[in-house]
């Protein structure tokens, strides 16, 4: 939350993309929205060309691999150390 002492409701992003070569073809030629331009995420240009994303909720979680030391951590684990 950017205002601090207000709480909300939140999910964790897992992004697995599929499309056709269609969609494709067609969304490399969509300019970038105001939406897409503000968070940086590409998927809100198909939403404000009227594309439909679709979102599946899940009980599971996973491991964020965002720097090196996560990395080594996940590739631990497989291993089947604890880290």
């Known amino acids: 939350m950017r205002d601090r002492g207000k709480k ?3 999910w964790k992003h897992h992004g697995i993309y599929a499309y056709r070569k269609s969609f494709l073809v067609a969304f490399t030629q969509l300019p970038q929205g105001v939406l897409e ?5 590409e998927q809100l240009r198909a939403l404000e060309h009227g594309y439909r994303i679709k979102v599946v909720e899940t009980d599971f979680d996973s491991i ?4 090196p030391h996560d990395l080594e951590r996940v590739k631990a684990l497989i291993a089947g150390k604890k880290s």
């Open 8 to 10: 909300a409701d939140y």
């Open 64 to 67: 964020e691999v965002d720097t």
């Open 37 to 41: 331009k503000l968070e940086a995420l």
